[in-house]
Nanobody, 126 residues
């Protein structure tokens, strides 16, 4: 049975940092590209980052590029999202999911992701 669990969210002030983790079990994590998404009430889900199966290729949404970084630990089946210089607009529920492929490509936000976690809440106070 596949289980994906996000953690690391919380309340932080503007300009602060958080590191989110996503652990996966029952999944061929080392052979899958992984993505981070976020959604806040009343807004559509936003695809914010994708990392290839080896961790060598990474994509970021323009809204987070330069502030967020993504990494993948294939030994411990854990995905990370380091978030720096946080803004109130970053407030959302953050989710990770697995892509049905090894690679992210330019069109990755429109591709099929499976095995979603329940999310972790990030709140940035002004």
């Amino acid at each position: 049975q596949v289980q994906v669990v996000e953690s690391g969210g919380g309340l932080v002030q503007t300009g602060g940092s958080l590191r989110l983790s996503c652990t996966a079990s029952g999944l061929d994590f080392d052979l899958r590209a992984m993505g981070w998404f976020r959604q806040s009430p009343g807004k559509e889900r936003e695809a914010i980052s994708c990392i290839s199966w080896t961790g060598h290729n990474k994509y970021f949404a323009s809204s987070v590029r330069g502030r967020f970084s993504i990494s993948k630990d294939n030994v411990n089946d854990t995905l990370y999202l380091q978030m720096n210089t946080l803004k109130p607009d970053d407030t959302a529920m953050y989710y990770c999911a697995a892509l049905l492929d090894k690679y992210c490509v330019e069109s990755w936000p429109n591709r099929r992701f499976t095995d979603w976690g329940q999310g972790t809440q990030v709140t940035v106070s002004s």
